[in-house]
């Protein structure tokens, strides 16, 4: 019986994968179902098991696969890891996506797993932690906090009971990593757990999943129940968030857990000092634990070796939006964004100029082509007024309006915020009326208009250019008022738009764009 | 009362389920509208009982995120992606497109009890929208064509 693997992968699922699995079953094929590899262009992708390896098709339909099964279907891309999309990553953590079947035990043992694990529970608590430390490891999910720092405080800190949480509520749009990963390579993020649970001395875990993901809380759900054994006396538990986005804020998603609201809450205390329920919990992103283990069972100095300035190690690089190659690209850092953008993402999929491309989710900047000699690298974005994030890049091309794109960073802002600050939860509102004043040309028709008394007020915001001061006003308040990132990062989308293409915002020189953008 | 079981019943064996697990409420709520299909005004004070909560924490809860209804959905739920990346890829005129050929607008349920349309911000898959979730099953790059395979899915 010939053997073919098919990505159950949620987004080759939306792109048919689940018909074509079924087609090859009733063809005959014994059927493994992978993750992704990542490359969505070839999705729904079938990979035949022959004497030469696997030979790659994709991407197929159902009708295709009397012809992928006897090899004659064009769509043959030969060896997938050969193309150049993958032969120029660097896989540490992604090793074993989209190859493997992601809840075979045997098939990640065979694969490396759990050597990382083993290697931990052979060294003192404090030596994992140094191992960490020396990998240069920062945290994957925005803010690049040193890890081992993280966990270092955490195994210092006297308690009777201490947690590990994985912040799996990687809300984003435009990043993908963490949901690929559960769903691809489950047992790497539970082994990363477990290697965390023995360095601090935890006993429990809590990986918090966003619900929008239901694919990934399935797989994990059964992979945990199918490592028990193997991570014991650790013990592990998937909580199911409810659709607020706020709650990938490491506080709120803590309250979240405790069955709470999730409201942010004021640090200091460190969750690493008094997290949740009270106790010292280390609490990390999913690619930050997903790392670990390559870093336990290949060394810190592998790890470290790859990188930029104090970027070390990888990171996988989520193209999306109007790219052509769009997926999951994992590379040391120091690539540049336009290499990114351009060499492996293939410029658009419209095939129209690239205008803009958002890195680092809803909360990060806008930049133009002019900036894309930026490095991959957490300072270098930090000095160009971005961030990094978890490393979504979403691309847009010469229709996009970005005082529009401006406006809807606010109103995202308004929708989700917690409502525990007056910055964030005021603020956004606020911003979205100005914008709209903004993209109307000033505060004609605006019913202000109407209250002669406000409108003749000393320093009462008239004119386009005033309208703009006072957006800059506002979004300084929000950056430096806010109590987390949701309303303390939104002014990056916003500002950025506004510095970057003042024109979209009626300020000089009139764009050039074609009539559609103005859609 | 939902169907056949007073609700007061249904949340205590829930709850019986959810034995022993620290900050239950989240989890419980879900089970509760994955029975029931949304957590009914009712369900509040058992729920409160329950897990030894005041009421006001359980409805603030509640309240608080957008996934829980408060009141039953259509026969059919239409989550559709607004978010950047969907954005990228015409996102914003399938939204309309959508709403239209559905009869109903973003964020309502249509008059008959047969659609709802919700607007989700983000599945991760970012590089094939626009995006949607019919019925919880993943549909991606959806074009004019897609949006009225959707409606004819739905029966709108």
């Not at chain 1, 506002?474 to 950025?496: E, H, I, N, Q, R």
Request: aromatic residues 6%; negative net charge.
């Amino acid at each position: 019986m010939t053997r073919v693997f098919v990505s159950g992968d949620m987004a080759s699922v939306a792109l048919g994968a689940d018909a074509v699995a079924a087609a090859l079953a009733r063809a005959g094929a014994e059927v493994v179902r992978t993750g992704s590899r990542g490359l969505f262009r070839i999705e729904p992708l079938v990979e035949v098991q022959t004497a030469e390896g696997r030979i790659g098709f994709g991407p197929v339909a159902p009708e295709d696969v009397a012809a992928v099964l006897d090899g004659s279907h064009p769509n043959r891309l030969g060896d997938v890891a050969a193309l150049p999309f993958f032969a120029s990553q660097q896989r540490f953590t992604f090793s074993r996506c989209g190859l493997v079947d992601p809840l075979s035990l045997d098939d990640y043992a065979a694969h490396g797993g759990w050597a990382g694990l083993d290697a931990a529970r052979a060294l003192p608590p404090q030596q994992v932690v140094d191992v960490v430390k020396a990998s240069g490891l920062r945290g994957r999910g925005g803010a690049g906090f040193p890890t081992g720092i993280k966990w270092q405080t955490v195994l210092s800190a006297a308690a009777d009971e201490k947690f590990i949480v994985c912040n799996a509520d990687e809300g984003d749009s435009g990043t993908f990593a963490d949901r690929m990963l559960m769903e691809g390579d489950p047992y790497c993020l539970i082994e990363g757990m477990a290697i965390a649970a023995h360095a601090v001395g935890a006993t429990h875990g809590y990986v918090y999943i966003r619900s929008e993901y239901p694919f990934a809380i399935r797989v994990m759900e059964e992979a945990i129940r199918r490592a028990a054994h193997r991570i014991a006396p650790f013990a592990l538990e998937v909580r199911e968030g409810a659709g607020a986005y706020v709650c990938g804020e490491e506080t709120a998603l803590l309250d979240s857990i405790e069955g709470k609201r999730g409201q942010v809450r004021a640090k200091p205390p460190l969750p690493a000092v008094s997290g949740l329920f009270g106790k010292p919990t280390v609490i990390n992103n999913v690619l930050s634990l997903a790392a670990v283990p390559f870093i336990l069972a290949e060394g810190a100095g592998r790890y470290a070796a790859v990188g930029f300035g104090r970027s070390r190690g990888t990171m996988p690089v989520q193209l999306a939006g109007n790219v052509r190659n769009g997926g999951l690209y994992e590379i040391g850092f120091g690539v540049t964004l336009g290499e990114l953008v351009n060499d492996i993402g293939g410029g658009t999929e419209s095939g129209r100029p690239v205008r803009a491309v958002q890195v680092g989710g809803p909360l990060g900047a806008y930049f133009p082509p002019s900036m894309f000699h930026l490095p991959f690298d957490y300072e270098a974005f930090a000095a160009a007024g971005g961030l990094i994030g978890h490393a979504g890049i979403t691309v847009f091309d010469d229709t996009v309006d970005m005082a529009r794109m401006a406006r809807f960073a606010m109103e995202f802002c308004a929708v989700e915020s917690c409502g525990k600050c007056t910055p964030c939860r005021i603020g956004s509102t606020r911003g979205v009326e100005t914008i709209d004043r903004i993209m109307a040309g000033g505060r004609g028709g605006d019913r202000l208009e109407a209250m002669p008394q406000i409108r003749n007020a000393k320093g009462a915001a008239k004119t386009v250019g005033d309208e703009i001061g006072l957006l800059r006003d506002l979004c300084d308040t929000m950056k430096y008022g806010s109590l987390c990132a949701l309303g303390g990062f939104t002014p990056y989308p916003v500002l950025s738009a506004l510095d970057h293409f003042p024109e979209d915002f009626g300020l000089g020189a009139v764009s050039s764009r074609p009539a559609e953008a103005a859609e | 009362m939902i169907g056949q079981e007073p609700i007061g019943e249904v949340v205590t064996r829930q709850a019986a389920r959810l034995d022993g697990r620290r900050g239950a409420l989240l989890p419980l709520l879900h089970a509760i509208q994955r029975e029931i299909g949304h957590v009914p005004d009712e369900a509040v004070p058992h729920v409160a009982s329950a897990l030894n909560l005041s009421r006001a924490e359980v409805h603030g809860v509640v309240s608080f995120y957008h996934d829980f209804r408060r009141r039953p959905a259509g026969a059919h739920v239409v989550k559709l992606c607004r978010a950047e990346a969907c954005q990228a890829r015409g996102g914003a005129a399938i939204e309309r497109a959508a709403a239209h050929r559905l009869g109903v607008a973003m964020g309502a349920t249509r008059a008959d009890g047969q659609v709802t349309l919700e607007a989700i911000y983000c599945l991760g898959l970012c590089a094939t929208g626009p995006n949607a979730l019919v019925d919880g099953r993943p549909v991606s790059r959806i074009d004019v064509d897609g949006v009225e395979r959707i409606a004819a899915e739905v029966g709108a």
